[in-house]
């Protein structure tokens, strides 16, 4: 048997063959979602994927992405299209010196110009509780956080630290969300400690001001979500352990209720366009006073996604089966609802076609 040497090897290799340039990678990203028909599966990630926002004219929807595969598994803003498909765009903490750090861009807000309100949450890896947090302002088209509106935590009336939930825009010189206290406890001896949010009450921010303090909304005390309504100067909302969804006009304070789950359970994660109400309802829920944390709180596995017809009162459930939703984000024109689907510590995004 003939033996070829390393030289001769390499000999044949140069004199039997032309070195041109490579074939070029095939591209194999998709524009379409990963399954058709309603509901399908608009996103697949390893980590977790919450909070979607649509964009006002309903190109796209905004959300916070788990990076599954860094080790400090920061979150980051996603926009994806308006079926799902592939990400045209992500907004991350990209700084090197961030890397020893969790850093959490959440709950995004998109106004008619374009201008994203976001919560941006630091803390060390491996730690529960947050070392630093700010909700800011980007403005298109860098989207680079220009200002910080106000710093997070911030302190309540009651001495009680205040995070920032279901952030939404009421025109283009306010904001108003969800205070929340988050509290941590362990559900066992041993265990890891677990966060608790529960919603304390509505707050506003006037982004006129150079320095904008937190108004709370009188008469909201446990808020548990925020939907805008068909101006700025009207909100819809929902309380712990209620199966009512209110309207309040913000000029007057007047509220009024416009329609009631009753026996179908605790109504949260309200959001309203045009004549149409989406809210969670039901489901794995528990309004209840906590001994270890001292105080009443909200928590939430998820629900089951009804809409209302406001002109009518006519409730129909959009879900069905065992899966459960939690922060729905109904379109603009009312068509299309992106939901989280509730799986334990984790969640994927789910998108309706409404009829």
């Known amino acids: 048997m003939r033996r070829f040497t390393a030289a001769v090897a390499l000999t044949l290799a140069f004199a039997g063959c032309e070195h041109t340039a490579p074939f070029a990678p095939a591209d194999t990203g998709s524009d379409q979602p990963f399954g058709a028909g309603s509901p399908r599966r608009v996103t697949l990630n390893l980590g977790d994927d919450r909070a979607p926002a649509w964009l006002p004219d309903e190109s796209g929807f905004w959300y916070s992405f788990e990076r599954a595969d860094r080790a400090d598994h920061d979150r980051c803003l996603a926009l994806l299209p308006p079926d799902g498909g592939r990400i045209v765009r992500t907004l991350c903490d990209r700084i090197p010196a961030a890397d020893d750090s969790t850093d959490a861009w959440t709950e995004p807000a998109i106004d008619a110009a374009g201008r994203i309100a976001y919560v941006a949450i630091s803390s060390r890896i491996g730690e529960v509780a947050p070392r630093a947090g700010a909700l800011v302002l980007a403005t298109p088209p860098a989207l680079t956080a220009d200002r910080v509106v106000v710093t997070l935590p911030y302190l309540g009336s009651d001495q009680a630290f205040r995070q920032v939930a279901q952030l939404r825009w009421l025109g283009s010189d306010a904001l108003a969300y969800v205070a929340q206290r988050v509290g941590y406890v362990a559900p066992c001896r041993g265990c890891a400690l677990d966060t608790v949010r529960t919603g304390v009450e509505l707050a506003t921010l006037d982004l006129r001001a150079a320095a904008p303090s937190p108004v709370v909304l009188p008469g909201t005390q446990n808020a548990s979500s925020l939907g805008t309504g068909e101006s ?65 709180v909200q928590r939430d596995g998820g629900g089951t996604l009804h809409l209302v017809d406001l002109s009518s009162g006519v409730d129909s459930t959009v879900s069905a089966g065992a899966q459960l939703f939690r922060r729905p984000a109904l379109s603009p024109s009312g068509t299309r609802l992106v939901a989280e689907a509730a799986m334990g510590r984790s969640a994927d995004l789910w998108e309706f076609d409404l009829p």
């Open 232 to 296: 700025p100067d009207v909100i819809y909302y929902t309380l712990g352990g209620d199966s009512r969804v209110f309207r309040r006009v913000l000029s007057s304070g007047a509220d009024s209720v416009v329609h009631d789950f009753g026996a179908a359970g605790i109504a949260r994660d309200v959001q309203v366009a045009g004549r149409r109400l989406v809210a969670v309802v039901g489901g794995n829920v528990q309004f209840a006073f906590d001994s270890v944390l001292g105080y009443v």
